[in-house]
Nanobody
Framework: QVQLVESGGGLVQSGGSLALSCQASGLTFSAYNMGWFRQAPGKEREFVAAIWSTDRPNEVDYADSVKGRFTISRDNAKNTVYLQMNSLKPEDTAVYFC??????????????????WGQGTQVTVSS
């Protein structure tokens, strides 16, 4: 049974940093593209960042709204994907979800590409 478990959310002041983790189990982690999405109240889930499987090592993608502030990385030995968030803004407030995209991989910025999802972790940025 596949499980994705996010952690690391919390409350932080504007300009601060948080580091999210998503630990996966029940799948061949290294073969999956991994993505982070977020959903603010009253809004649709939106793409944040993605990182490729070992097919294309170190290849990443970011939404324009977080480029230069967020960094996605992965540790295949630990079955974990990370999202380092710096220079946080109140508009970054949302529930953050990690998703797993199995091979053959789909379009990384589309929610429907991802087969498995975690339960989400709340990030709140105060002004």
């Amino acid at each position: 049974q596949v499980q994705l478990v996010e952690s690391g959310g919390g409350l932080v002041q504007s300009g601060g940093s948080l580091a999210l983790s998503c630990q996966a189990s029940g799948l061949t982690f290294s073969a999956y593209n991994m993505g982070w999405f977020r959903q603010a109240p009253g809004k649709e889930r939106e793409f944040v960042a993605a990182i490729w499987s070992t097919d294309r090592p170190n290849e990443v993608d970011y939404a324009d709204s977080v480029k230069g502030r967020f960094t996605i990385s992965r540790d295949n030995a630990k079955n974990t994907v990370y999202l380092q968030m710096n220079s946080l803004k109140p508009e970054d407030t949302a529930v953050y979800f990690c998703g797993a995209d199995p091979p053959p991989h789909g379009t990384r910025r589309l929610e429907r590409t991802y087969l498995y999802w975690g339960q989400g972790t709340q990030v709140t940025v105060s002004s």
